[in-house]
């Protein structure tokens, strides 16, 4: 069939509907479905058993050895953060020793060069050896075969790897997880007493033999105090990361969808409107109800087969995008094995429902209503009552979302009713100030009069479409402008005094010699502060069981080692906002908490906390609480104590500074110098931040911008749909004696307005919503781009106005002059 | 726009002649008209459907101009304004009445007659709005949408409308035509009490000879050509 056959002009916009709403489904249930790859295999990864525990110190050898047995797979990893060092550069990695039996569960996919093909090891590397991620590998500016050093020891680089089994972090971003082997460890020296490690024995076999080890590791004396985590617990953690990855692309389908299925809904009404004449004719010369829906039927699933193909290959076009662009937030590096078939075939499923559920009422109503009527030129919308075609919409709509989710897409109706909400809301405000406007058009000059009564002419809808219009317009300005407004706050929290080094893990010996290296390249760090390794085990003097514990931050913190700190006087820059700080000669054991951190941990003045250090125990009573200004950047804790309560308890010095950018190559190559320090390049964690949050924000940009194009294909349906009735205006005002150019300066203003105002509204509420974040949340002064937040408004005007002219255009320049359209208004067409 | 000149004929044609372009030959409405129509009368046109009565009433308010001949109105040449020009003349001394009414579906009664009004910058546009509704009855509609009100209430505030400008010259096209005998004898009443009052000329076309028989004057279009009513 030729496609001018198929689609008429004034079909056009269902077309564009159907392929909208194919992309924006396909697109968002693949990129959905890639998320939830994505984590469940990082979440395998960093598993790597059926049963892990956890601690924070080596596992002693006597229990290593017990559960040692012919059926039990068993494995020890070290895990800590410390620097490597390549030629000039260095960079902060998450070391992780494995033992010989690693992995005990799964594979390693390893590569021996970026483009080479990978290989599933189940070895970690020999000894000597050491595998790196490919971001690794390019920060350090080697190559596969490259020497680096860790501590004392180097190493040589043999292998790429992107996911591991049990190998992956919260931190990957910043320091990328490093394989060596666990008989290497000894060689490198960085572990010591109380070094900060994490020691995992993972565990895989029979269900009998790991309840067996459950059991021990649980009754051994004495205590080991360790974590116990079981690979379901770790499921069920994964499904709410899951669950909250999947709020905001909920928010955004259902969001597409609304806006989408009304466009659909609006196109169809149009094109009903197209065909009641040729209908009319066809019921007047006798055909059939029955013939006549087949034959509107057949035409418009081949319309539907159209809109459906070409909006699967978009979508599929806008995933690819999208997925690229994501690639930095996918720790599998792109790689996650993801079929697109299922989601493009469930968005097609849905997407097609959704059209010919819009089409229905149209057909219903050309076929309800007598041939005579539908001779007659009156606006479709005058024919049927509104609450039907409402009530029509609404059940198609609930059918079609009932069957996008049992066939698994994403939704929930928690979100589902919270984008509803905010479309409704935002429809609320737009109608009252339309409403409220239209009650002094005329209180002004005519021209303003003219365009606010003929905005209000289908207020309802073009209300939604103004509110739909403003909520895009305000996440993709907060997104493009605000966002990186807010990173750039972030980088100018830091003076140019700020300190942008950190020095960790120096050894109270090194910390003298350190300190003169330092000097000798004239850099000034800030005192030296001690950092304890601590765990709280008891509160006033009663023993805590994290599994009775019921606040979630204070299990977390009895579960997990402290950083605490000691100091005889008060940080500088400190706030005391209760209680009192210590003199500096008390011989009290005293603490002093973060008035934020003794909120969320449930602590009090007066109480007494009890903590563990390397085996002995120290008490101390809660006798202040501090503001912090963390923005100094010199080291700081929630925790500070005095000094004789942690007297000759094992600790290391930590340490910041600003250095300019010549010393960067310098302070790199320390840990050479001094193999137990980590260097932390502030300045390349924030770029790097700064990076992640731009690739972050732009893919999610090219997610709102499909809601973007739905809503304002729906600005186009609402003007298209009233093109007649402005067509006949339009007449009469030219037989009224108005110019040309004020009716062209009239429509102008009309569309113009729509976006204005949208734009307007959404560039204000992103630049609140940006100061809100960055002035309540994160305690930043708030930069606004300007530049961003006005050409908002300008763009969005821009769209409108072309839209609602593209809209009007087979009205204004069907005929051959507005003369000849005078002139029927005569004739009385 | 100059000042309108006060002249004793509104409306004068001469030797106009009118056909729609088609592919093949161009079908000829008017031939060789010639017509004057004396400033404060009332003209009646009848005719036939098809007989190209609104085509010459489109032609003698300057919405399209003849192929031949040429038509004054108000003094003013049509084919020597331009496009702005005519709308212009429009505005300020034309008033329109058209069988269906044609009110602006999104504007209140009121907002419909002050809209014109508005458009020529009158400074008391909302006061003589208001008059010219009482004056045809609707006071109490004055802020009912046109969907609200009847066939025969619409018509009146079309010709408030027309009315309140207070136009020199007031062309109505079956102005009757939409309406049951009630309404139409009452708008027909409505239309010469005002068009007297304001001593505007009105220009009537219709195939009623009923509403014809009370303009002063009266002329049949048949064939292309006017003859002299019986």
């Not at chain 1, 004449?277 to 319309?303: C, D, F, K, S």
Request: net charge positive; aromatic share 8%; proline share 6%.
């Amino acid at each position: 069939m030729r496609w001018g056959r198929l689609f008429r002009p004034g079909e056009i916009p269902f077309l564009v509907g159907m392929i909208l709403v194919t992309a924006a489904l396909s697109s968002v249930t693949l990129l959905e479905g890639r998320f939830q790859q994505t984590l469940i295999r990082r979440t395998e990864a960093t598993f790597g058993g059926a049963l892990r525990l956890e601690r924070s110190e080596p596992f002693p050898a006597p229990f290593l050895k017990s559960v040692r047995g012919p059926l039990l797979k068993e494995t020890r990893l070290v895990r800590f953060p410390t620097v490597v060092v390549h030629g000039k550069e260095s960079h902060l990695v998450e070391l992780n020793a494995v033992g010989s039996n690693y992995p005990v569960v799964g594979t390693v996919a390893l590569r021996r060069s970026r483009s080479g093909g990978a290989v599933d090891l189940r070895r970690g590397p020999v000894p000597g050896h050491v595998w790196v991620t490919p971001e690794l590998l390019d920060a350090l500016k080697a190559k596969v075969g490259s020497r680096i050093t860790i501590g004392y020891a180097t190493f040589r680089i043999t292998a790429l790897f992107n996911l591991a089994p049990a190998i992956s972090s919260g931190l990957s971003l910043f320091a990328p997880p490093l394989i060596l082997n666990g008989v290497d460890l000894g060689r490198t020296r960085l572990t010591g007493t109380e070094s900060r490690i994490e020691d995992f024995l993972l565990a895989a076999g029979p269900a009998p033999l790991l309840a067996r080890l459950e059991r021990k590791a649980r009754t051994w004396h004495p205590a080991l105090d360790v974590r116990i985590v079981t690979a379901q617990e770790t499921r069920s953690r994964t499904e709410g990361a899951i669950g909250r990855a999947e709020r905001f692309l909920n928010l955004t389908i259902t969001g597409t969808l609304l806006l989408a299925f009304l466009a659909l809904l609006l196109s169809a009404w149009d094109q009903a409107r197209l065909e009641r004449p040729e209908v009319a004719l066809l019921r007047a010369w006798g055909l059939r109800r029955g013939p006549l829906l087949r034959y509107l039927t057949r035409r418009r699933l081949r319309q539907v087969g159209v809109g459906l193909s070409l909006g699967a290959g978009l979508g599929f076009g806008l995933y690819r995008l999208i997925a690229a662009l994501t690639t930095v937030l996918d720790p599998s590096g792109g790689l996650a094995p993801h079929s697109p078939w299922p989601g493009l075939a469930r968005s097609v499923v849905v997407a097609g429902l959704l059209a010919l559920a819009s089409l229905v009422p149209s057909w219903l109503w050309i076929l309800e209503t007598s041939p005579l009527e539908n001779f007659r030129p009156v606006s479709p919308t005058h024919s049927t009552p509104v609450w039907r075609r409402a009530l029509w919409a609404g059940f198609a709509l609930i059918v079609s979302y009932g069957v996008w989710t049992i066939l698994g897409g994403g939704g929930s109706l928690r979100y589902t009713a919270s984008a509803l909400a905010v479309l409704v809301g935002t429809t609320l405000i737009a109608f009252l100030m339309f409403s409220g406007l239209r009650r002094f058009a005329f209180q002004g000059p005519a021209d303003l009069g003219w365009v606010i009564a003929s905005l209000n002419r289908r207020s309802v809808l073009l209300s939604f479409t103004l509110g739909s219009l403003t909520l895009v317009v305000c996440l993709l300005t907060f997104l493009l402008g605000a966002r990186t407004s807010l990173f750039s706050g972030y980088q100018e929290m830091f003076s140019a005094k700020t300190p942008n080094w950190f020095l960790i893990g120096i050894e109270p010996g090194e910390q003298s010699g350190l300190a003169t290296a330092l000097a000798r390249h004239h850099l000034r760090p800030a005192p030296f502060a001690p950092l304890y390794i601590a765990r709280w085990i008891a509160l006033n003097g009663k023993k805590l069981d994290p599994s009775r514990i019921t606040n979630p931050r204070e299990r977390f913190w009895a579960l997990h080692d402290q950083s605490v700190s000691a100091a005889p006087v008060l940080p500088v820059g400190d706030r005391i906002v209760a209680g009192h700080f210590w003199r500096n000669d008390s011989n009290r054991h005293e603490a002093s908490l973060v008035r934020g951190f003794a909120r969320v941990s449930g602590s009090a003045l007066g109480e007494r906390l009890t903590y563990r250090i390397a085996g002995r125990e120290f008490t101390v009573r809660v006798t202040n609480f501090r503001h912090v200004r963390w923005d100094r950047m010199t080291p700081n804790f929630f925790v500070e104590v005095t000094p004789n309560a942690v007297v000759d308890l094992p600790h290391t010095e930590i340490t910041s500074l600003r250095a300019p950018p010549a010393a960067r190559g310098w302070l790199a190559r320390l840990p050479r110098l001094f193999p137990g320090v980590s260097t932390i390049d502030l300045d390349q964690i924030i770029r790097e931040l700064g990076r992640v949050l731009t690739q972050a924000s732009e893919a999610v940009s090219v997610l709102l911008a499909t809601t973007g194009v739905a809503a304002l294909l729906l600005a186009y349906l609402v003007v298209a749909v009233t093109r007649e009735e402005r067509a006949r205006e339009l007449t009469l005002f030219r037989t009224l004696g108005v110019r040309r150019r004020r009716i062209r300066t009239w429509l102008l203003l009309e569309f113009g307005l729509l976006g204005l105002i949208s734009g307007i509204l959404g560039s204000g509420a992103a630049g609140l919503l940006g100061a809100y974040e960055a002035q309540s949340l994160l305690h930043l002064r708030f930069h606004p781009d300007w530049q961003v937040l006005v050409l908002a408004p300008v763009v969005t005007t821009g769209f409108t106005l072309v839209l609602g002219l593209l809209a009007m255009a087979p009205a204004l320049w069907r005929a051959r002059s507005l003369y000849w359209r005078a002139l029927r208004a005569f004739q009385e067409l | 726009m100059t000042p309108m000149p006060a002249c004793p004929l509104a409306i004068e044609v001469q030797k106009v002649s009118y056909g729609y372009p088609t592919s093949g030959a161009p079908i000829e409405i008017l031939r060789e008209i010639d017509l004057s129509i004396e400033s404060g009368s009332s003209w009646g046109l009848l005719g036939v459907s098809g007989a190209g009565k609104t085509t010459l009433l489109a032609l003698l308010a300057g919405l399209e101009l003849p192929q031949a001949g040429s038509i004054r109105l108000l003094g003013h040449d049509l084919a020597t304004l331009t496009d702005d020009g005519r709308a212009d003349l429009r505005l300020q001394s034309v008033g329109f009445v058209f069988q269906t009414f044609h009110l602006l579906a999104s504007l209140t009664a009121l907002e419909n007659v002050v809209f014109p009004l508005r458009l020529r910058r009158l400074p008391d546009a909302v006061d003589r709005a208001r008059s010219a509704l009482t004056a045809v009855g609707l006071e109490h509609r004055l802020h009912h949408r046109p969907s609200a009100l009847s066939g025969g209430e619409q018509q009146r505030v079309a010709l408030a409308r027309a009315f309140a400008g207070s136009p020199r010259v007031l062309f109505a096209d079956e102005p009757t035509g939409n309406l049951d005998a009630g309404n139409a004898e009452r708008i027909t009443e409505l239309l010469f009490a005002l068009n007297a009052e304001q001593g505007s000329t009105l220009v009537l076309a219709t195939h009623d000879h009923r509403l014809v028989e009370r303009c002063k004057s009266c002329t049949v279009l048949e064939a292309g050509s006017l003859r002299a009513a019986a």
